[in-house]
């Protein structure tokens, strides 16, 4: 009986405790519960302890609902939900407020130091709204007002970080919301994101060495038996190129609206850059959303945004022949050995606007590297090894032939004219236009490219500037089609040691028993008749 009644009281006690836990479930309405609620009705009546408690519980429990209702206005007025345009002002409030409190929202703020600031020749900013009234000249770009807004939010940018260079990329449509996209350059050793790289390879190092004893230990716990090797061996994974260099070499930040934080997006690798250019796939607007895609796509919207970023970059980026110039001791270098930096040449003194509209855009020349197939900007040998593996290898199998070196990649070098560019389905792959043939005197020099619609560029004297307005989608003449999955698999051939057999009948194991049985005492009356005739 003890034990029932303990029973019993173990159940008692659970029932209470869901109870309980289903009165403290909290309405999002109103933000209360019920097990508070009744709580502070009951210590209302037993402080004032009225006659007609049945008959006024009603209104107790009105009373306490009331009391606890907190309006966020002191007017009579109905209250009206905020319209998209209030809502949007509301954020961009922090645009137009001098104090600097509202940007610790924003960015971790990072302490700028104004000796450096002092250093620099150029502003890391330019001026974005002169850049506007050129691009709108062109009959290209943004707003005013929009690019106003984007002017402050770049300031904002640069004094919460330690940015060298900063420039207005573009504008990337998205199906819900846009991505407003700024690319800058830090000071050298002053990344944050590289400190903190810096710090992670240890762990990393410790989490390989652990994932190795672990199967290592499972490789001793299998030892004894004898388990068929694979002789598949996963393809080379090509490494992502460092900050600083190839398709690294520039950092980008977005945001969806003037005046919400700034999102730094992550380093693009090949495996992405890849991918990119065997799908098509719109921008949402969220850069955690997953791109849902065949082949899979790996990373999420971000990583998928910063390849697009990438492959616009290195196609549409241009300039005039001569502002840049690589430097003297680079002049001796081999262009195969892929040269990635240059300098601005200050004895440029411009073209004119009808060498810049020339047809043949020989005036013109990319200054981003080219992404070559491999998916980076320096090619990557993936049947060189590490040392160990080698000597692993060696140990294991020494007569085991190696593969044949695959031919390096090699693009195009960096500052080579637009003539050289590939047609794009029959049409070249550059527009070149005057701003006006009315007055051509003041006319701007304008490029437009054919293979990504909304990349723009405009040159006049020593000016230009390169922007892309757009969907982030390559143009294609044909309409998209993904590629098919690959062929299935081939099935083990078939042959007597696989072909499944039928099963034999009663009788027939009889039979087999019986020829057995028989098999045997024969074996064993020979062996004795052999030992009967040794022994005679």
Not at 291 to 300: A, D, I, K, L, M
């Amino acid at each position: 009986m003890e034990k029932v009644s303990e029973h019993a009281s173990n159940d008692l006690d659970d029932d209470f405790q869901n109870a309980k836990a289903f009165l403290l479930k909290t309405s999002l309405h109103s933000n209360l519960n019920i097990y508070d609620h009744l709580a502070s009705v009951i210590k209302k009546v037993l402080e004032e302890k009225p006659q007609n408690v049945t008959e006024l519980i009603e209104d107790l429990v009105r009373d306490e609902k009331r009391a606890k209702f907190c309006p966020n206005f002191d007017t009579i007025q109905n209250k009206e939900d905020e319209s998209t345009e209030v809502s949007l002002a509301r954020s961009q409030l922090v645009l137009f407020d001098h104090e600097g409190s509202p940007h610790e929202n924003l960015i971790d703020p990072v302490m700028r130091d104004p000796e450096r600031d002092e250093e620099l020749e150029e502003a890391p900013l330019p001026d974005l709204m002169e850049l506007a009234n050129y691009f709108e000249q062109a009959g290209v770009g943004i707003g005013r007002e929009e690019s106003f807004r984007i002017f402050l939010a770049l300031k904002i940018l640069i004094d919460t970080q330690p940015i060298r260079t900063c420039r207005f990329w573009g504008k990337m449509f998205g199906v819900h919301t846009n991505y407003f996209v700024a690319e800058v350059e830090f000071f050298e050793g002053e990344d944050p994101e590289e400190s903190s790289n810096e710090d992670n390879p240890p762990e990393q190092q410790d989490q390989n060495e652990a994932m190795e004893d672990t199967v290592k230990e499972g490789e001793l716990d299998v030892e004894e038996e004898d388990l068929p090797e694979s002789e598949f061996k996963p393809p080379v994974v090509i490494p992502q190129e460092e900050n600083r260099s190839g398709c690294n070499k520039k950092t980008y930040f977005v945001c969806n609206e003037p005046g919400h934080p700034w999102i730094r997006l992550p380093p693009v690798t090949p495996a992405q850059i890849v991918i990119s250019r065997q799908i098509r796939k719109f921008f949402t607007g969220n850069l955690q959303a997953p791109v849902v895609c065949y082949p899979p796509f790996p990373g999420n919207e971000a990583n998928y945004l910063r390849a697009q970023i990438a492959r616009i970059s290195a196609t549409t980026h241009i300039s005039p022949q001569g502002y840049y110039a690589f430097e003297e001791e680079e002049e001796e270098e081999d262009e195969a050995g892929g040269r990635d930096s240059f300098v601005v040449n200050q004895e440029f003194e411009g073209l004119t606007v009808n060498e810049m509209t020339d047809p043949s855009c020989s005036n013109w020349v990319h200054h981003v590297q080219y992404i070559l197939p491999q998916g980076r900007c320096t090619w990557f040998n993936p049947t060189q090894k590490r040392e160990e593996e080698e000597l692993e290898e060696e140990e294991e199998d020494e007569e085991r032939e190696e593969p044949d070196e695959p031919e390096p990649e090699q693009g195009p070098p960096l500052l080579t004219p637009l003539s050289e560019d590939t047609e794009v389905d029959g049409m070249p792959p550059w527009a070149a236009q005057k701003s006006s043939t009315l007055v051509p005197q003041y006319a701007l020099a304008v490029m437009h490219s054919n293979l990504w619609p909304g990349a723009h560029a405009f040159a006049v004297e020593r000016k230009f500037e390169n922007i892309y307005v757009g969907w982030g989608q390559r143009f294609s003449a044909e309409n998209y089609s993904p590629p098919p999955p690959p062929p299935p698999q081939e099935e083990f051939p078939s042959g007597p040691e696989i072909t499944e057999a039928e099963d034999p009948s009663v009788e027939e194991e009889k039979a087999l028993k019986a020829a057995q049985q028989e098999a045997l005492e024969a074996a064993e009356m020979e062996e004795d008749d052999d030992d009967d005739e040794e022994d005679d």
